[in-house]
């Protein structure tokens, strides 16, 4: 019977966050319905131009973020070529489109994992690399400290800040220093992670992977220019959105804005819901010039961004389907990939 519960109570959440998103756009919607009309009107017209130079500017984003994989990656003595890792991230792409936070997104290291690379070495610079993303995104939305002071209260802007530095703090802390990662992990984690949790990391040998793990100075410095150049051609591919809208928004506004609005989007699937939540509560504040039915294109504008990702990397999908080659353990070998 507890059994029973447990797997009711894991299809309720998956579903619930499966249909949050949906719900609160359908809210904002029918909340904006009269501004229906005003946003088929800014969709009429749409300057072509921008649009079509922010669509194509994904191919450059994947580029980088292969790069930058392959960095992480040679810190855990996994050598991969860039090409390939440029591939396996546009599908990791496609495969997060789908999935609240993109969770999708690190299957692509089964991929490596079926050209005999190892599997845990390939999830561990998975995570890593999402970590870039987040540090840089919450730095970014740390920029935008007068954007909060303004539309949350001040006690609360102050706790939201010192978390994110806080949070910030630990997670470089983590990926540079393995002597306080090791006193972070049996000080304090071992304290805050719940017994069985702890018994199943230590079965897999979670241990072991973090011990072989640290990024060297230089690598760190290289991911993390990478990191801010990518996240450039991310801002500039949606800013690019404004003027195809006949808009203006100021640097200072938009920057911070669609910092929040990706570290939002991590709750639903394809950020629906809590990407108009938050663009609806800062661009429709007076003495900016938008209303909410361009704000509401605006959004779209945005999804199709993400969807793009879905109809572009699709055929490299049909040519290279996870799960189409035989793994290394498959073969009979060791599952490591030879140097």
Known sequence: MEG????????????????????????????????????????????????AVALLLVFPFVLLKGWRWQIILDDLGQH????????????GIFLGAATPGQAGDFLKAWYLKEDGYDLGAALLSTFVD????????????????????????????????????????????????????????????????????????????????????????????????ISLVSFSTTFFRIWLLVPALGKSLPLSIFIPTVALVALGSLLTVAGLGTREFILLSILSAPGL??????????SALILCLGLENLVVFLPFYLVRPLGSRKTGLDRGDSGTRPE
């Open 130 to 225: 999402r970590l870039f993303d987040m540090i840089i995104m919450g730095l970014l939305a740390l920029s935008g400290i007068y954007v909060l002071w303004k539309y949350f209260p001040k006690a609360g802007t102050v706790l939201a800040l010192s978390g994110m530095v806080l949070a910030i703090t630990l997670v470089l802390s983590m990926l540079l220093t393995r002597h306080w990662r090791n006193w972070l992990i049996d000080r304090v984690l071992r304290y805050l992670t719940p017994a069985p949790l702890r018994r199943i990391l230590r079965e897999r040998d979670a241990r072991a992977y973090l011990d072989r793990f640290f990024l060297s100075w230089p690598n760190f410095a290289r991911g993390t220019l």
């Open 80 to 91: 991969v070529p860039w090409r390939k890792l440029s591939l396996y991230y546009a599908l």
């Open 289 to 298: 010039g938008w209303v909410q039915g361009e704000i509401l294109v605006f």
């Open 4 to 51: 029973r519960w447990s797997a009711l109570g894991r299809t309720l959440l998956r579903w619930g966050l499966r249909l949050l998103g949906p719900a609160l756009l359908s809210y904002i919607l029918w909340r904006n319905r009269d501004q229906l009309s005003t946003a088929w009107a800014a969709l009429r017209g749409i300057h072509w131009f921008p649009l």
